[in-house]
């Protein structure tokens, strides 16, 4: 991988398996400075190392369920939401 120095290029943030457990602490400041660190296992991803504010990027929700709903084209529509009463149909076996 590049020295601490140098920045890195995109295909310096792939770790083989090994190398990422040896030197955990550089891949660590890597991916808070330079962005996701991918790991690979037998030369293929397997697993990526992300800063914690790059995660919660990442994970939170973009709105929340209620502004969602008040956002939808069908807000205020008064929907049907009754069932049938009919009785199911008889199905062979």
Excluded: C
Aim: charged fraction near 25%.
């Amino acid at each position: 991988m590049g020295t601490s120095n140098s920045p890195r290029l995109p295909h310096d943030r792939e770790w083989q398996l090994q190398d990422a457990k040896n030197r955990f602490s550089q891949v660590v400041d890597s991916a808070v400075h330079d962005g996701a660190q991918t790991i690979t296992l037998r030369g293929k991803p397997a697993a990526v190392v992300v800063s914690f504010d790059e995660y919660r990027r990442l994970t939170q929700p973009r709105i929340g369920l209620s502004a969602f709903f008040e956002k939808s084209p069908l807000h205020g529509v008064d929907l049907d939401l009754g069932r049938s009463a009919d009785l199911p149909r008889e199905v062979d076996l």
